[in-house]
């Protein structure tokens, strides 16, 4: 079974620039997730989504993140204009279902770093 | 709000050696418990997880058991491996959803 799919898997930008970030999830999976994991501490969620739907986007930035999931499946979080306190790794995940019984599966990241 | 305290790292092993790394945690009713795995230049991986007290979860000869009474879910392996180097997460999510509220992590180096 394919895993969480990411792209890319590093960048490096200047402050001010923007940046987009892809995700794809397992198939078949409702929930998707952003997190962004700064040097040294644990993943914070960004927002999540059920199917083409937010459910929590209470910790986004709002005024230069965005996210959106067309269709209900792949996922792109925007960054813009960055800032250099937004040098992170963004993790996207998925699960079947909300609930606390489901698994949340995570990709493997996109490193951001702003100059 | 919800919150999750580990042990800072690095934790440094022997192979062979035992293996403790505290976790406490702070919610509001009643979460499920998770010990996460970051591999070195990997994603995060789930390594175990309870879902009530004194629920013990167990994978790969690593072990926690939920400790209500003491708010803690501490990792524990008998015998660690060069393998098992990497980060370990703590984290929990409240009873109903499966949001994720984690720990800083602690880094484990283990040397031959």
Redesign the interface.
Known sequence: EAGVAQSPRYKIIEKRQSVAFWCNPISGHATLYWYQQILGQGPKLLIQFQNNGVVDDSQLPKDRFSAERLKGVDSTLKIQPAKLEDSAVYLCASSLATGSGNTIYFGEGSWLTVV | GNS?TQMEGPVTLSEEAFLTINCTYTATGY??LFW?VQYP??????LL?A?KADDKGSNKGFEATYRKETTSFHLEKGSVQVSDSAVY?C?L?????????????TMLLVSP
């Open positions: 999750v979460p499920s996460y230049g990997e994603g995060l991986q789930l997880k879902t997460f984290a999510s409240e009873r109903g959803y499966s949001t994720l509220t984690f720990g800083k992590g």
